[in-house]
């Protein structure tokens, strides 16, 4: 069974920093573009930023909103997706989707997600 | 404000049809596929169409997808109650080099 596991999320100050991670299963973690999209609560989808897999360079790329703070990671070895949050504000309150691309282009559909995971940040 | 934009709301009675329009420009819809995702409260959203109109497998075909220039729509024929969720169209755009998202699109069944 395909499946992503986010984990990391929680409760955090203003200005601080968090690591999510996401594991992967059920299928070739190397070989995927794997993606993060976060949605606040009450609002829409965001797309956060995606990497690609190594072959293809294993480039990132990243929203606006987020775009200096935040950072996109992968361990191969280890089947699972890494999100980087520095220099956390109030407006990075969400749950925070992992994904997994369905194909190795830029407007590649997202056919497996995660279940979830909460930040927030708060004083 | 999304680069995307869907209407807040759509509605219809048990099995009639329903479609959802997502309006962009030529650096997002104009140029790249179009998905659609469906979304339950509480739950991750969940694939319906990629690639414009194509439908993964365990996708009934009372759902659509279509493109034209730059506006894509989202069909549901036959509705049902347990069609009633929010629905986001998604694409690339070339300019950003980020992924897009409509606002939403609530259906309700009547």
């Known amino acids: 069974e395909v499946q992503l596991v986010e984990s990391g999320g929680g409760l955090v100050k203003p200005g601080g920093s968090l690591r999510l991670s996401c594991e992967a299963s059920?299928?070739?973690?190397?070989?995927?573009?794997m993606t993060w999209v976060r949605q606040a609560p009450g609002k829409g989808l965001e797309w956060v930023g995606r990497?690609?897999?190594?072959?293809?360079?294993?480039?990132?790329d990243y929203g606006a909103p987020v775009k200096g703070r935040f950072t996109i990671s992968r361990d191969d070895s280890k089947n699972t997706l890494y999100l980087q949050m520095n220099s956390l504000k109030t407006e990075d309150t969400a749950v925070y989707y992992c994904?997994?691309?369905?194909?190795?282009?830029?407007?590649?559909?997202?056919?497996?997600w995660g279940q979830g995971t909460l930040v927030t940040v708060s004083s | 404000q999304s680069v995307l934009t869907q209407p807040p709301s759509v509605s219809a009675a048990p099995g009639q049809k329903v479609t959802i329009s997502c309006s962009g420009s030529?650096?997002?819809?104009?140029?790249?596929?179009v998905s659609w995702y469906q979304q339950f409260p509480g739950t991750a959203p969940k694939l319906l169409i990629y690639?414009?109109?194509k439908r993964p497998s365990g996708i009934p075909d009372r759902f659509s997808g279509s493109k034209s220039g730059t506006s894509a729509a989202l069909g549901i024929t036959g509705l049902q109650t347990g069609d009633e969720a929010d629905y986001y169209c998604?694409?690339?755009?070339?300019?950003?080099?980020?992924?897009?998202f409509g606002g939403g699109t609530k259906v309700t069944v009547l």
């Open positions: 994904a997994k691309d369905m194909y190795h282009y830029d407007s590649s559909a997202y056919e497996v």
């Open positions: 059920g299928f070739t973690f190397s070989n995927a573009w």
């Open positions: 990497i690609k897999r190594e072959t293809d360079g294993g480039t990132t």
């Open positions: 030529s650096s997002n819809i104009g140029n790249n596929y």
């Open positions: 690639d414009n109109n």
């Open positions: 998604g694409t690339w755009d070339s300019s950003l080099n980020a992924g897009v």
